[in-house]
Nanobody, 115 residues
Framework: QVQLVESGGGLVQPGGSLRLSCASS????????MGWYRQAPGKQRELVAS???????NYADSVKGRFTISRDSTKNLMYLQMNSLNPEDTAVYYC?????????WGRGTQVTVSS
């Protein structure tokens, strides 16, 4: 059974950086388009960034120029490098397929941007 596990979240001051990781339990990971999503309190979950199996990337307008999605298929890992964080980035961050599949939502990792 495929599992996706997010890690790397935490509390960071505005302007700071974090790197999130998404680990897959199988090599299935490298064959699929993947994405990072986030859900802030009281808001719907939204796509933050996606990366195709071939490496093409796509970003939400709100994070362009600040976030970078990448993947290391040899290790079944996907990353989200987040720079210049601001309080509006506070949310639980999840990884999933792109587009997402309900059965693969994990627990996510909390990112809190606050002074």
């Amino acid at each position: 059974q495929v599992q996706l596990v997010e890690s790397g979240g935490g509390l960071v001051q505005p302007g700071g950086s974090l790197r999130l990781s998404c680990a897959s339990s199988t090599i299935w990971f490298r064959l699929n388009d993947m994405g990072w999503y986030r859900q802030a309190p009281g808001k719907q979950r939204e796509l933050v960034a996606s990366i195709a199996s071939g490496g093409r990337t796509n970003y939400a307008d709100s994070v362009k120029g600040r976030f970078t999605i990448s993947r290391d298929s040899t290790k079944n890992l996907m990353y989200l490098q987040m720079n210049s964080l601001n309080p509006e980035d506070t949310a639980v961050y999840y990884c999933n397929l792109s587009p997402p599949t309900s059965r693969y939502w994990g627990r996510g990792t909390q990112v809190t941007v606050s002074s």
